[in-house]
């Protein structure tokens, strides 16, 4: 069972409608929208739709609060809310595809000034119920399932591969997304196809690893390596797919440093792996996780920002 995501702050001009392991979704105070559906009972991961009509407008709000293994940590990193909003604000721009931001208006409540640089106006979607997984690199997960498989997801791959290899070629290996306290589960894409329909599994496979490229690309150009990453994606009203939630951040992707891995440190990275590793050897899974140190969370909060800058070439947030 997850822990219990910390209370979110009281925006003016804004109701809070839900909360996830580390964002805060709310809709304006006017809007007559229904109450999101219990924690037990909405996706965690549909962070996008908290429950608004279809392309109602909602603001998205990162908080500092940082998850692994199921749970949510205290302390937070700090900074990280408007680092990872501000990446994934880069991104959408870096990419030729639809996405859920939606320009500020006269129509809508200002964006609060203390939560602006970690803050989205976006419109509600109808979420699939699909984390679009794309890997380029034979790690985390996929690591262990290859060991005893050979394959990921269903999808077969070379025999003597290693930890952190670069795939012959990017791989679509989609998870089911499971409800708020239940574990996500990998799929192969013929049950994505039972979920979501063939056309739009298709459809969605083919945007992962379009995006991917892309991505991946732009990472190379700026000594970074997208080892792997998740996309979400919703429909409008129209029935177009659109790009959603976070994308291509530090807590969606596995990012490595290029010059490390090339001199054979493989996967040395830009994500909260720090945070992971500490806890794997602090804690036996049970009960409470216990507080992280100062270092870790110093430690971890640099790598965001280093990540950030080298993306962007410009000043990462700070607090």
Avoid at 106 to 111: D, Q, S
Wanted: hydrophobic content about 40%; overall charge negative.
């Amino acid at each position: 069972m997850t822990s219990t995501p910390a209370t979110a702050v009281d925006l003016p001009g804004w109701r809070h409608v839900y909360s996830g392991k580390v964002r805060d979704l709310y809709v304006p105070s006017t809007d007559q929208a229904p109450k999101t559906p219990e924690a037990s009972e909405a996706p965690e991961a549909s962070e996008a739709d908290g429950g608004a009509p279809a392309d109602g407008a909602m603001l998205i709000v990162a908080s500092d609060r940082v998850s692994a293994f199921d749970h949510v940590l205290e302390p937070g990193i700090h900074g990280k809310g408007a680092v990872l909003t501000q990446l994934s604000r880069w991104w959408f721009d870096q990419l030729a595809v639809p996405d859920h931001r939606v320009a500020e208006t006269g129509a809508l409540p200002p964006v609060p000034a203390d939560v602006s640089e970690r803050a989205m106006i976006v419109r509600s979607l109808d979420m699939f119920p699909v984390e679009c997984v794309v890997r380029g690199y034979l790690s985390g997960s996929g690591w262990k399932e290859y060991q005893t498989t050979q394959s990921v997801c269903g999808v077969a791959l070379p025999a003597g591969l290693a930890d952190g290899d670069r795939l012959p070629t990017p791989i679509y290996t989609p998870a089911y997304k499971a409800p708020l306290g239940e574990h996500d589960e990998n799929i192969t894409f013929e049950r994505t196809v039972e979920l979501v329909g063939a056309d739009a599994a298709e459809a969605l496979r083919d945007l992962s690893l379009s995006v991917y490229a892309r991505a991946a690309a732009v990472a190379e150009s700026h000594g970074v390596i997208l080892a792997d990453t998740k996309f979400e994606f919703g429909r409008d009203t129209s029935g177009e797919i659109v790009l959603a939630d976070e994308v291509l951040t530090s807590d969606s992707s596995r990012y490595w440093d290029a010059a490390e891995y090339a001199a054979g440190r493989r996967g040395v990275s830009f994500d909260k792996q720090i945070v992971r590793d500490w806890l794997a050897a602090n804690w036996d899974g049970s009960g409470v996780p216990p507080r992280l140190p100062h270092e870790i969370v110093e430690r971890t909060a640099a790598r965001y920002r280093e990540l950030f800058e080298l993306l962007t070439s410009t000043p990462a947030p700070r607090d």
